[in-house]
């Protein structure tokens, strides 16, 4: 059993964030474990631009923002072992892992951070009828096979759901010279970017078709074509009668990313039904002691700079546990999702720790427009925005002051909710 | 010239090609798809039956209770997860007590044994997640659940073992009479053989038809089905049938051998035989029905759909031996529910039959064991930290949602009878069966099947024929990236 101070699970740039920034607190002792063959997560994949915009004030590439992140794990000589899957955590902090050099390998950690980063959710769990044919893929293993392999899968698309990934997707194809047919979502707003939007789908006249979904499947080998119906908004039934059938080789799925705990789960960490992640508290910390969370296995993000903010608290934070100077013993009071809000997190916060301040995300949980963010302590409200417009399509982040954290103390809980004009 | 053709890889046919493999004989199975286990062998409900439910004195219940006698040998011998896991009919109204005791008579003629009602109290204690509505049950102590595809897959393995030859992409066209042989003309070429077995499931009548009068049809009819995250193993311990009433018929909840979740399945009779499609009406139904065992099924965690096509006959029993007006042709045909069940007693005594009338000879040289590729996720450190030094590519992790490595993906291709599609791989190691459908190991498994079988990536298949699962090089051929 191989002793660690620090272990972080996942080579991505919530695990690069993080392992950086413990790092820098003054961390020596730290292992990253990758299972992919290289460092960069997700983005490696992510060719396009966009990346980078809040932490580096310029438009990266996501393989260009991950190497700005693999290029310091180098320079500090942070060790890290690629081709590496952990495949059992537990709750005394020991980790399982196999790679092909080291075969089996057993660690004990003092600390441990999570960063796994989530999956795409697959047709299957949709349940759309029809035949079980090939060229069903979700968007990211499409951009797997365009961006990483050089070979497309289909050349007339249609994409069902609307999240980034699916909009990227949309533009990437019809670059590569496929002719996409239509975005359709059963929601009546996108859950994608608005920039990615117009970016994606306006700008080359791809219907976004809202209140719409995929009710049908044609093709008993390989796909010949999807029957796209309306739906009523109130109760996503299809509507009789307005069905549309678009022939078509491939289907590509954006319809949701789920974080990627089984590792969580079986060390026995309390998990939140509303984020699929774990539930931590304004540390980052998990229900185990000394296993932080970060990054999409905690909730999922659509701008990878919050994911190396929250990341490089969770570094920071559990050096501190490592030095034993993490504050202990503290009350904590739960943060309550209100009106309007959907997976707040942290899901829990320790009055009298408001030395720093503590920032809070969520999802809106609809379109809202001219409405305001309030998070109240009890009767006593601690913090007030207003937003032109709130989409569940882009993240709230906000951030609790010190100030505002100190009013705090005698109240029950904490809630954040949307006050909708 | 062959001693026996057999028609049809499903598990009928791969069983009875081992069963016969027992004689000294030359043998070869013809099967009309890419792999083994295309038809109805692959999607079903996956119980070892009891035996009550077959009307009496059929051959049905005859083959179901034996082959249910047969089962845990048999998994024994070929390495098969198998559960006895018991099975429940269950009830809602006081007022059906009596139907489950007349399924218990009916089971106890059919010589099923240990078959007892149970109450309410022993019910719930045995099954808490059962609806409370639910007040009585059928208990059936022999009830299992067994691995369909992977029996499927072991009978085939162990019978090429044994010398059997497999043709995969073979359909069978035609049946002549030749100079004392059958002459059976396939997609894969014509062979003279002196036997024919037709295992053909859904499209045996058609077989029998190209060489006998005595024509019989069978009817499609579908099953829908869902499946559910390994998360809900435990919810179930029993196979929970519910006793047919007017309304429905049939839809169980039950636990699979691999820890996922089976609701299903609905029964309607098609007019396509080929159409596995499933439907919104369908789906609906399988859920409104498994919903009064299961109240508030968390549809969330549904990882797939699919749905099974029953081959159900005009005569409405299995269909077996040799045909009246065609000597050294038989059937196993009509082989429906509980065909599964019943494959190693129809297989044991077709093969004794077709022996007998060829005068052949024991093989002595049979061996009846096959083992299974060791799953790395079953193992214990040990035997992983063994097996990764005997192979590293048992640590290359290429399904995560399952836990399947590289090892054992290479070694399901290279086995007899190897699989050579991304369904093929599947249904032999798991690999994209999880909560991810393959999403993130598909490119992976396609790499490994190229290097494999020599092949390029764009003639890789889901399932074979036109189910290739890409579509052009982005730039210029790939010759580099895949040479
Ligand atoms: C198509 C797409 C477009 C995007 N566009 C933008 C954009 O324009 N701008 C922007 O800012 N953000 C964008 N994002 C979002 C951003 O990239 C992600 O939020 C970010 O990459 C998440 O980082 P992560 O480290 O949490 O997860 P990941 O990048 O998924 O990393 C997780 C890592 O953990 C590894 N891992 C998982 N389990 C194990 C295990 N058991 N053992 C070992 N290793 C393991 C994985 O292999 C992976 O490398 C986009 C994302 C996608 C998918
Ligand atoms: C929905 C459903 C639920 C069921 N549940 C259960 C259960 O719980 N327990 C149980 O015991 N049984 C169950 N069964 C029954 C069981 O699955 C079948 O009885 C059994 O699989 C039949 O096997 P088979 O080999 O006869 O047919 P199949 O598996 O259909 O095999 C027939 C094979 O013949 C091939 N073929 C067809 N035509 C040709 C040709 N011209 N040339 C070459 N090859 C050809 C086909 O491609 C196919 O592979 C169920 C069946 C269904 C459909």
Redesign the pocket.
């Known amino acids: 059993m191989r002793k660690v101070d620090l272990l972080i699970i996942g080579g991505g740039p919530a695990g690069l964030a993080a392992a950086v920034s413990a790092y820098e607190q003054g961390c020596r002792d730290i292992l990253i474990l990758e299972r992919e063959d290289t460092l960069g997560g997700i983005l490696r994949q992510c060719i396009h631009n966009g990346f980078g915009l809040h932490t580096f004030q310029q438009e990266l590439t996501g393989p260009e923002y991950a190497q700005k992140y693999i290029d310091r794990v180098i320079d500090y000589q942070i060790p890290y072992q690629c081709n590496t899957m952990v495949i059992e955590i537990t709750k005394e902090k020991q980790v399982t892992a196999v790679n092909r050099s080291n075969g089996l390998q057993h660690f004990q950690a003092k600390a441990i951070i999570l960063a796994m980063g989530c999956r795409e959710r697959p047709r299957g769990a949709l349940a759309i009828p029809g035949w079980r044919c090939s060229g069903i893929y979700t968007a990211g293993t499409a951009q797997k096979f365009v961006n990483l392999e050089g070979i497309m899968p289909g050349a007339r698309v249609v994409i069902l759901g609307s999240g980034d990934i699916g909009l990227i997707m949309a533009r990437r194809m019809t670059f590569m010279g496929a002719k996409v047919l239509a975005c359709v979502e059963l929601l009546p707003f996108s859950s994608g970017l608005k920039r990615n939007i117009v970016q994606c789908l306006d700008d080359y006249d791809i219907p976004l078709l809202l209140n719409h979904t995929v009710v049908d499947i044609a093709g008993r080998e390989r796909l010949e074509g999807v029957t796209v119906a309306q739906v009523d908004p109130e109760t996503k039934r299809p509507i009789a009668g307005t069905e549309q059938y678009y022939a078509c080789d491939t289907l590509l799925l954006s319809v949701g990313l789920i974080p990627e705990n089984e590792l969580s789960r079986m060390a026995g960490i309390d998990l939140c039904a509303d984020t699929g992640g774990p539930s931590v508290d304004e540390n980052l910390q998990t229900s185990v002691s000394g296993v932080f969370s970060c990054g999409n296995v905690l909730h999922v993000h659509d701008l990878v700079d919050f994911v190396s903010e929250e990341a490089a608290k969770a570094g920071a934070k559990a050096w501190r546990y490592i030095t034993d100077t993490l504050d202990k013993n503290l009350k904590s009071m739960p943060i309550i999702s209100g009106f309007g809000v959907s997976g707040a997190v942290p899901q829990k916060i320790h009055v009298g720790n408001a030395d720093q301040p503590v920032t809070l995300m969520f999802r809106p949980k609809n379109v809202y427009k001219n409405a305001k963010v309030c998070v109240t302590a009890g009767e006593k409200e601690i913090y007030r925005h207003s937003s032109r417009i709130l989409t569940p399509g882009e993240m709230v982040s906000l951030k609790l002051t010190p100030e505002a954290l100190r009013q705090i103390s005698d109240a029950e809980n904490l809630t954040v909710k949307v006050e909708a004009s | 010239m062959l001693d026996v053709i057999i ?7 791969c069983s009875v090609a081992r069963s016969l493999a027992r004689y000294d004989l030359k043998i070869a199975l ?4 890419a792999d083994i286990c ?4 692959k ?5 070892v ?1 009891g035996g009550y439910d077959a009307k009496p004195h059929t051959l049905k219940a005859k083959y179901n209770v034996l082959g249910n006698q047969m089962f845990g040998t048999l998994c024994t011998e070929l390495d098969v997860p198998l559960k006895w896991n018991t099975s429940l009919v269950v009830c809602f109204s006081e007022d059906d007590i009596p139907k489950l005791e007349a399924l218990k008579k009916q089971g106890e003629i059919n010589e099923v044994p240990k078959l007892r009602i149970i109450g309410r109290e022993e019910l719930h204690k045995r099954e808490p997640s059962l609806s409370p509505n639910a007040c009585a049950a059928l208990l059936v102590e022999t009830g299992g659940i067994v691995c369909p595809y992977e029996l499927t897959v072991a009978n085939a393995e162990n019978a090429a073992e044994n010398g059997v030859l497999f043709y995969r992409n ?3 066209t035609k049946i002549e009479k030749g100079d004392s042989c059958w002459v059976v003309k396939s997609k894969a070429g014509a062979f003279e053989t002196k036997a024919v077995v037709n ?5 045996s009548d058609a ?1 029998n038809a190209m060489v006998s009068e005595d024509a019989f049809k069978i009817l499609p009819r579908r ?1 829908e089905y869902y499946i559910l995250d390994k998360k809900y193993a435990d919810v179930f311990h029993a196979s929970v049938f519910q006793l047919p009433t007017k309304l429905g018929k049939g839809i169980l909840v039950s636990p699979t051998v691999d820890g996922t979740v089976l609701i299903g ?1 609905t029964a309607e009779d098609i007019l396509d035989k080929s159409d596995i499609r499933t439907t919104p009406q369908g789906l609906a139904k399988a859920l409104k029905f498994g919903s009064l065992t299961w109240e508030n099924i968390p549809l969330r965690d549904v990882i797939t759909t699919f749905s ?4 159900h006959s005009d005569r409405d029993d299995f269909i077996l031996g040799e045909a009246p007006d065609a000597p050294l042709f038989f059937n ?1 045909s009509g ?8 494959s190693p007693a129809i297989a044991r005594d077709l093969a004794d039959l077709v022996a007998e009338r060829l005068d052949a000879k024991e093989n002595p040289n049979f061996n009846p064991i096959r083992k299974a590729i060791p799953k790395f996720r079953e193992m214990d450190d040990l035997e992983r930290a063994k097996a990764i030094a005997a192979n590293p590519d048992y640590a290359k992790i290429v399904c995560r949602c399952e836990t399947v490595t590289e090892a054992e993906i290479r070694e399901a291709i290279r086995r007899p009878v190897g699989a050579q599609t991304i369904d093929g791989i599947k249904r032999r190691t798991r690999a994209g069966m999880g909560r991810c459908q393959a999403g993130f190991c598909t490119p992976r498994t396609i790499q490994i099947l190229c290097e494999e079988l020599n092949l390029s990536p764009l003639e890789i298949t889901k399932f074979g024929e036109d189910s290739k699962l890409l579509h052009s090089y982005l730039f210029g051929k790939g010759e580099q990236r895949h040479a």
Not at chain 2, 335 to 342: A, K, R, Y
């Open positions: 028609i049809g890889g499903g598990v009928i046919g013809l099967e009309k798809a295309e038809g109805q062998s999607a079903n409900t996956a119980i039956h073979a359909e069978v295992c053909a499931g859904l499209y077989i099953g399945p099974g096509i029953r081959a196993a082989i429906e529910s509980p065909g599964l069940t019943s």
